[in-house]
């Protein structure tokens, strides 16, 4: 029985680095302000801090924050038109899964805020004449986006008090769309669960690992990035967590209650402000030609956890 276990557990760690690599393939040298390269992240605003883009852009990812679907989506055709040196591949959705009857984007609770709902073969459909080819989703309850019942088109009265009013609109793939022909891979981890973020701040960092931000922020025309909002999910990807497990899969029925305890997000934490210096380093290194010289943080990590309680 513990041989299979292990085997099991062997195949699932070696099915997630292979969706990893094909949805993120930088390569083991990239340096820090390339690891975001043809990878977009989407947040939903009050999922995120001000200036949380900054922090994204200078890691070389392409950053949404909005609350309106059809904004994003407009977004990432533009780029993918106007940027063909560096299009958009991957999606990472920082969003809301409103207890798995559709992904949600907000300003915030407020019946008037600005708020609207996509389904997942919508996405599909909308964005893989853009090239587009990989989703990954970061959201409470992320399998059950997958249900049939909902996956073409979102039911507009799930009877769930997260389904909040959709004053910019909800998004449902046409009657013509057929997911099995669909070219975008959706990645979910591997059970559903409650997901966490954390509020860190760059100034957990080591100096050369801020100034490296900084000048890649600048260069791409915007301000140093401070405060950044994080999942979970995302630090397992940019750690290559070994408890990360990814697979693509069909939907569950049953809503998850689960969720991770307080010490795994802090201890993820750590290892993004590590991995991230092991970035600046390699990257100062390659550019000098020599060997980069360790240089940490003394700064205990200043975080806030945060369950997603829109789940």
């Known amino acids: 029985m513990l041989t299979i276990l292990l085997v099991a557990v062997a195949a699932a760690a070696n099915e997630t680095e292979t969706l990893l690599t094909q949805a993120w393939p930088y390569g083991p040298y990239a340096g820090l302000t390339d690891v975001g390269s043809g990878v977009a992240v989407v947040f939903s605003p009050d999922l995120s801090v001000p200036g949380n883009c900054r922090f994204y852009t200078a890691l070389g990812f392409a950053c949404f924050d909005d609350a309106d679907w059809s904004r994003v989506l407009e977004g990432i055709h533009s780029h993918n038109a106007l940027d063909r040196e560096h299009p958009i591949h991957t999606l990472v959705l920082e969003t809301h899964g409103t207890n798995g009857n559709g992904l949600k984007l907000q300003r915030s609770y407020e019946p008037g805020a600005e708020r609207s709902y996509i389904s997942v073969g919508a996405l599909q459909e909308r964005l893989e004449p853009d ?47 057929d997911p099995e ?12 669960h409650i997901e966490m973020t954390v509020v860190g701040s760059v100034g957990e960092l080591a100096p050369s690992t801020r100034r490296l931000l900084t000048r890649a922020a600048r260069a791409a025309g915007t301000k140093p990035p401070g405060a950044f909002a994080i999942s979970d999910l995302m630090m397992q990807m940019l750690t290559h967590d070994r408890r990360l497990s990814l697979r693509i899969g069909a939907g569950v029925d049953a809503l998850s209650r689960a969720e991770s305890a307080g010490d795994v997000s802090e201890s993820l934490f750590r290892a993004l402000i590590h991995r991230l210096n092991q970035l600046g380093r390699q990257q100062r290194s390659a550019r000098s030609g020599l060997d980069g010289v360790p240089s940490n943080s003394r700064r205990a990590p200043d975080t806030r956890r945060n369950v997603r309680s829109d789940r």
């Open 131 to 177: 090239g587009v080819r990989y989703i990954l989703i970061s959201a409470c309850n992320s399998g059950r986006l997958l249900r049939p019942s909902i996956y073409r088109s979102l039911d507009p009265n799930p009877g769930d008090k997260l389904f909040l009013n959709p004053t910019c609109g909800i998004i449902s793939a046409s009657a013509e769309f």
């Open 181 to 192: 022909r669909s070219r975008v891979t959706i990645i979910t981890p591997a059970s559903s």
